[in-house]
Structures are given as structure tokens and as C-alpha cells.
DNA sequence: TAAAAATACTCCATAGGTATTTTAT
DNA sequence: ATAAAATACCTATGGAGTATTTTTA
């Protein structure tokens, strides 16, 4: 017999999805609940808000009149998290999301060990499968949010970059470049180097930076095209090669002085990772402050 | 597991209030109740809002972040309730409010057949008292909100004025100033006149409006000295005199042809019925709705 | 030690699930 | 005829009450 949150969001999404079970699915709920929520909401406020037939579900006038209220309340929420996020110290729940390969394999064992230091009790559920997987999860409202390498480009998600990364040249220690006081681009195309495969994001980035150098990606002495990072390393580690790699998936090997990265004069290659959420989706607070965490 | 207003609702009164015991009272609820809700708010939020010690209980830094939005949500409850009232037609539940007895006895049976025409299923509660003893009610919770003739003055309580009146000259039928084209105040002041107690509302208004008017209160030809609107009106009807009186509380007199009023000319005596309301209150749906009914 | 918050427990309301029926095109 | 919302029914969570214990100035 009280207004909630809870309600307004349902009434929100089905105004939003104009069907009962699309939201219930939305909000991972039985479309007899969302409608039980609606009715509370009707009641409440002594009014119909939907007209109801099989094929279509449509807002009334008083209906019209809630939605505002209903977003507002929703980016209340919001914000009230977001204000408070500076003070949680002690979460407890879930965190279940998303990561591309790399951000899984590579980015993310770090930040999370920061992240379940600070929050011991949050469960942490990280799924690590291929990009267009996890648009497919973020879609169907499987999964809540998702961590990858470039912005999504799809009308029902939200990228937004919250990690900033950098490809950087690695070679073994040993390496001739070494003894050089300084390495240009012309330096990195004298020497054999191991790409990454087609269609990697990595590699991607690394032919558009060429391309702004006005130097073309055919020129570069391509001895490997090795398809995960991992091998990428063994590859560079055993001397088949130099190479262009994600900075932060090489922290352990230049501690131990099995990797040598030196800056290639004018060329940074500058890239970010991005947070992809449902447009309709309202993050878990767990989730919220994961992502804050991450933007630092 | 979820943040909800209602504990929003609790945060904000036990920050007011200071305590845990004192926010319960003024929320109907009990003290281990308010605790389970300020709890459950601070394993949201991971962070404690309280340092709570036998004599006092303050806001801890978080708290302090949070108050903000408490209060914020409670605002914005009460807009979405406004916002909403327009299209608001089959509510449900109580509607338990005080009224002074003028208006309890005279003003709110006709509003209140109205609004339970329209709201059928609302049950009404109505405590018709004298105004210390309403105003008593308001500072201990035990009424939601109440009628007044006249603004109360205390920080606790905000008065607002939602309805108009006015106090009307009356006089039977076949009365002599009948036969006058226009009536002044002279002409009042020649004729016996029937007032209200010493300490009445009424009285109080018509003597400060025959002030304002540059006449002495003495030069009225006071017969006799009534308690109740009731009485006036039978002993105008009788032709002991004539009185000024709410004209809200003769429709039925009128109507029936009993009484006749006229308009003193130049000399109106406008006057409003208010609404008091605890500060601190937030009123159940049902009451925001005839708050708002009354003020049209 | 005394006043206030926290805890223990019990009960009940209600949110949500599954299964089924109703409804309107 | 069919897809979707409403209803019926059941279960379980948790919100609120009463009684009691713990806490600290």
C-alpha cells in the first residue's frame, strides 16, 4: 500500500518495452509478478495505467503522466549511488558481468583483487567470452554489463570508456633495439614482429596508428600472426620477433626482466577500454561502484 | 537487499529526530524497527550512518552524504503524488484527519460528500476538536494533518490556506433592511446583532475588520452573545437580531429561503481555513489528494 | 546505572514463482 | 486461434511487533 522504487521501475520498463513479458524478462521476473507490481501501481494511485489488449500494451493519460516521474526516480537512484560511492567500504551481494579475452585474461585479475580487497563479501561472477557473445548477453538482458575493447555500436547499448589502456612495443632483453638511444617507427619495421590474427581488436588498433603515421601496416616484417597474447609473449620471449601489445598485459614479464618495453619516439598508441550496459538496464549497486572503481 | 524510499523515509526522521526511539514515535512504528531499517540501509550502502551512543545518535560522514538524497526523495514523493492527482479517481485506504469545529460541523460534511463521491472506497476517519487540542495531536503524531480557522504559530507545524471564506451579513426574510437598496455598515450598526463568544475565531475576524473599517466594535448593538453557529442562525431566523456569519455554513438556510444575506457595501470580510501539518509529516497519499481537492 | 539501541523470537503480509484461465484481435 | 495479460494458488522472505539483552556515558 506504499509507493516503492521497485514499482515505478517495473511500471517504467514495461512502459518502455510496451509489453508485461518483455519486461518481466528485461527484469528477470515472471510476467505474473510485473503484472501483480503494475496493479499495486494502479491501485495506488486510484487509476488505470496501461490499456491493456493482446498485441499491444499502451500508457493511458495518467500513465503519460507517471513516466517522468518514473525516469526521474530511476536517475535519482542513480545518482544517489553515485554520491554515496565515495563512503561504501563493506559491500556485500553480487558481481556479475561480462569481459572480452583480453580484458579478462589480462586486465582484469588485477583490478578485481584491488576491488574483493576493498569488498570481501561481494561474490564476483565474471563470465570471459568473445565480444559479439557478449553484445548477445547484454541484449537478452543476460548479462548486466560487460567490459570490452572498443565502443558498441548498437542503438540498445551504452559504451562508455572506463579503462585507459596503451599498446606498447615489447622485444627480450637481449634485443638489438636495446642498444639504440632512441626507436623510431623505421627501427620497428627493420625487425621480424608477431601480429596479432584478423579481426583481433589489437591488431585493429595498431593498423589504424600505422596508417595515421602515414606509414602503411604491409610494410611491417610480419613473421607470426598468433591469435591470444599469451603466445604473442612466448613468441617475442624466445627472440621469433618484437611486437605491439597491450600494456597491461605485461606487468609480470617486465617485473621479472623477461620483456623490455621502450617508447616509440612519436608513435603513442593510445586506447581505451569501454563498459557496455543495456540502455534500459539498472546496474546492481555492486556493479555501480565496480565500474566507479574502475574510472578511479 | 534492495534500497527502497521507505527506508530513505526512516534515514531522514531518525537524522531529524536524533534518535532512534523518537524517529519510531513519529513513524508509527516501533524502535527495533526504524533499527532494522537504518541497518538494512547501511549493509546497502556498505558503510555505517550512524555513530549511535546512549545519549545521542549523529550522522557519520556517509550520513551526512546521504541526508541530502534522503530528503530529495521524500520531495520528490511528494511531487509524483501531486504531479499525479489530477488523474487520481478510485483511491483506496483511510483519509484520518482534525478539524476545528466550525469547520468539522459546517464547512467540510459538504467537501467531504464530494471527495467520497469521487474516492468511494476511501474510508474517512475525522476528529473534530478544538485547536490546542489539534495542535497537540499534530506535535505528537497522532494526527496526520488538520483543519484550522487561523494560521498556528509553532516551528513545528507549517499552516497553509486552502480554502476561502467569507463572513457574511444575515438577517431573516421579511427584515427591514430588505427594503434598502444598497446596505452600509452604518445600517448594520442600527440594528440588534447576535454575536459569537468572546475567544471565537469568528468573532475575532469581524472585530478586526470593523477596526480596519475606522468603527469601534462597541458601537455594535450586541443582543446576545451565542456559542455556536447553530445558535446564531436560529436566532436570526427568529429575529432576535442579525449576525455576520461563515457563509459557508448557510448554504442550507439559504436555499430554503430562512435567511437572506446581502453585501455590506464596501465592507467585505474575506477570511481562510488552513491546513497544519507537522513539519517533519509525510502524508499518506489519501490526505496529500484532499489537501489538494480542497484547495481545487 | 539508566536510557537507548541492538538482538531474539514470532507472526503475518506480501512478493514472487508455477500453473492455469481469460481476453481481445 | 493465438498470444499475452490476468487470476489462482503456494511458498518463502522479510518487515514489524513484543520481550529482552547489551551498551556506554
Redesign the interface.
Known amino acids: 500500500?506504499?509507493?516503492?522504487?521497485?514499482q515505478l521501475h517495473i511500471f517504467y520498463t514495461v512502459a518502455e518495452k510496451g509489453s508485461f513479458s518483455v519486461a518481466a524478462q528485461a527484469l528477470h521476473m515472471t510476467q505474473p509478478a510485473v503484472t501483480m507490481q503494475v496493479q499495486a501501481l494502479e491501485?495506488?494511485?486510484?487509476?488505470k495505467l496501461f490499456v491493456r489488449s493482446p498485441r499491444k500494451v499502451e500508457l493511458t493519460?495518467?500513465g503519460i503522466?507517471?513516466l517522468p516521474?518514473a525516469k526521474?526516480?530511476l536517475q535519482?537512484?542513480q545518482?544517489?549511488?553515485t554520491?554515496?560511492s565515495?563512503?561504501?567500504?563493506?559491500?556485500?551481494?553480487q558481481l556479475a558481468f561480462g569481459a572480452s579475452l583480453t580484458i579478462g585474461e589480462y586486465v582484469l585479475p588485477r583490478f578485481l583483487g584491488m576491488f574483493s580487497k576493498q569488498?570481501p563479501d561481494i561474490t564476483i561472477q565474471l563470465r570471459v567470452v568473445n565480444t559479439s557473445q557478449l553484445v548477445e548477453g547484454l541484449l537478452n538482458h543476460q548479462i548486466g554489463f560487460a567490459l570490452v575493447e572498443a565502443p558498441v555500436h548498437h542503438p540498445d547499448i551504452v559504451t562508455e570508456p572506463v579503462l585507459h589502456d596503451e599498446l606498447v612495443l615489447i622485444y627480450p632483453p637481449g634485443h638489438e633495439l636495446a642498444q639504440l638511444p632512441r626507436i623510431t617507427l623505421e627501427d620497428v619495421l627493420q625487425h621480424p614482429f608477431i601480429l596479432r590474427e584478423k579481426g583481433s581488436g589489437t591488431r585493429q588498433v595498431i593498423e589504424e596508428r600505422l596508417q595515421l603515421a602515414g606509414v602503411d601496416a604491409e610494410r611491417l616484417r610480419v613473421t607470426m600472426e598468433l591469435a591470444s597474447t599469451g603466445a604473442i609473449k612466448s613468441g617475442v620471449q624466445a627472440g621469433l620477433g618484437i611486437s605491439i601489445i597491450s600494456r597491461s598485459t605485461i606487468d609480470h614479464e617486465l617485473a621479472l626482466g623477461l620483456l623490455t618495453t621502450r617508447e616509440i619516439a612519436g608513435c603513442k598508441i593510445d586506447r581505451h577500454f569501454y563498459s557496455a550496459v543495456h540502455r534500459s538496464a539498472l546496474l546492481p549497486?555492486a556493479a555501480q561502484t565496480f565500474l566507479h572503481f574502475l574510472r578511479q
Open positions: 500500500m506504499a509507493l516503492t522504487f521497485h491501485e495506488f494511485f486510484g487509476t493519460d495518467s503522466a507517471l516521474y526521474e526516480s535519482f537512484m545518482r544517489a549511488v554520491g554515496m565515495a563512503y561504501m567500504e563493506n559491500l556485500k551481494g569488498h549497486l
